[in-house]
């Protein structure tokens, strides 16, 4: 079959597999198509710290030879996609977006880098992020600013953007990301894409360089929910090498993603639980509520009072773990830092043991809290919605990376502080032409009623499948 130029990029990750799987598009195919479009686009967009052309054209190669011998190979067999730059690569740099490790070559993959290569897919190298993943901009001091494919004066958001930004450009059929305050759910937001962070515990963080300890998450990125679902099967499940791993049995997740949601209990968030969110992303939520509601679901609303003091510890952890991670390169040279990145980091640092002890405390309890909203702990919501982020992308000139991180994390942050499983969807467009995000929250290890939300509202919203 005869593609026009493009086209294969336009494709669903799903899609793309399925077709790869029935001999109609070769895996060089596609991965010629991505190369030829972060060629023609990425100088422009920035998302690649790292290209590796000759690697995915020989693993592409591989693949296609594997058909031919009839192998049917794994779910992602000939799928070219793209990691963040924090996770380990065999032979290939990781920089963690840093000067520290701008020639730092691992001599393996990271667990869930490995688990991708196990389902066949070809990597097609790594990703922009913010420097460390200590922030919300992609406005990265030492690779330059990743830009948003929307617009490319305005912001991808982080840390997680050259993931999204991959992505929305058509560069990738899927691809990896880690957050913890929202830095798979914000770029996916302001980049009109669809980003999962699942239940902390759900992925290994194997071989990936952390942020904290306490928070990070591994997730995947792509452009539909049923994308999404597909990756995470291929990176989840325990590792008992990894100490935050938890030995909890994964599931199917594609499976009945399009059962519908009639006659499930969704919360919304209460408008004064929010604080200020834009006039155009709470209009685009509040339609995505009609639609909800018009594939059946019961809509009530949720005071979450707890919503801001559970970002702000969320973000007092974050960086008192990274200025303990940091704490040697901060003595030896500070001046290899973004001048953004060291201000937290010396803010983290200057936290006092009691402040964090306090913090974990609340975090105990405001798991517990969060939690009991779901039916699965005794509560009334199957999930529960919120936007992802209170603003459309900003633009970069005059940005101030410090005092954005808290607006651009206050929706988001409050479920890597409680650990709950939270995706990002489009949910419209403003009528400036930029995307927004809704986020949908749900109980502990619910992935998969998270996903069936998402897919619910793809199938009953009317905005359609709009990309920049």
């Not at 929910?225 to 997740?253: F, H, K, M, R, W």
């Not at 830092?337 to 405001?366: E, K, N, P």
């Amino acid at each position: 079959m005869a593609y026009l130029s493009g086209e294969l990029n336009s494709l669903d990750l799903l899609d793309a597999a399925q077709r790869v799987a029935r001999g109609e598009v070769s895996p060089v195919e596609l991965t010629a198509a991505c190369l030829e479009r972060i060629a023609a686009l990425d100088a422009r967009v920035n998302a690649f710290i790292t290209v590796t052309a000759d690697g995915a054209m020989e693993e592409s190669r591989e693949a296609e030879r594997e058909l031919t011998r009839g192998d049917s190979g794994g779910p992602l067999t000939g799928v070219p996609l793209a990691v963040k730059d924090l996770f380990d690569t065999a032979g290939v740099r990781t920089t963690a977006g840093s000067r520290f490790f701008s020639e730092r070559v691992p001599d393996r993959d990271a667990v869930v880098v490995q688990k991708l290569r196990t389902a066949g897919a070809v990597l097609l190298g790594k990703l922009n992020m913010h420097e460390w993943a200590l922030g919300v901009t992609n406005d990265n001091p030492h690779y330059g600013a990743c830009r948003n494919p929307w617009a490319l004066d305005r912001i991808t958001g982080g840390s997680s953007g050259g993931s999204a930004a991959a992505l929305a450009a058509g560069m990738c059929f899927g691809a990896l990301g880690s957050d913890t305050g929202g830095s798979i759910r914000i770029p996916a937001s302001l980049c009109g894409v669809v980003g999962l962070k699942p239940t902390y515990g759900r992925v290994s963080l194997r071989g990936a360089v952390p942020l904290s300890w306490s928070l990070d998450h591994a997730g995947p990125m792509a452009r539909r929910v049923s994308d999404v679902a597909l990756l995470l099967e291929a990176i989840a499940g325990p590792d008992n090498a990894d100490p935050g791993s938890a030995d909890v049995a994964t599931g199917d997740y594609s499976a009945k993603l399009e059962d519908g949601i009639s006659g499930w209990r969704i919360g919304v968030i209460a408008d004064e639980s929010l604080g200020d969110v834009e006039p155009d992303v709470r209009a685009a939520v509040r339609k995505a509520v009609k639609a909800l509601a018009s594939a059946g679901a019961r809509i009530e609303e949720l005071a979450v009072p707890e919503l801001q003091e559970a970002g702000r510890l969320n973000g007092l952890m974050t960086t008192a773990d990274a200025a303990a991670f940091h704490r040697e390169r901060m003595e030896r040279a500070p001046d290899d830092f973004g001048q953004d990145v060291l201000t937290r980091l010396r803010r983290g640092a200057a936290y006092g043991a009691t402040d964090y002890a306090d913090a974990r405390r609340q975090q105990s309890i405001l798991r517990q809290t969060f939690s009991s909203w779901f039916v699965e702990h005794g509560g009334s919501f199957d999930a529960v919605i919120l936007p992802t982020t209170p603003c459309i992308a900003p633009r970069i000139a005059g940005l101030d990376p410090v005092a954005l991180a808290p607006v651009l994390t206050r929706l988001t942050a409050p479920f890597n502080f409680t650990g709950l499983p939270a995706m990002s969807v489009p949910c419209g467009v403003t009528p400036d032409g930029l995307p927004v995000g809704l986020q949908i929250v749900g109980a502990p290890w619910a992935e998969q009623r998270v996903l069936r939300v998402g897919r619910a509202y793809e199938l009953a919203s009317a905005e359609g499948d709009t990309r920049p």
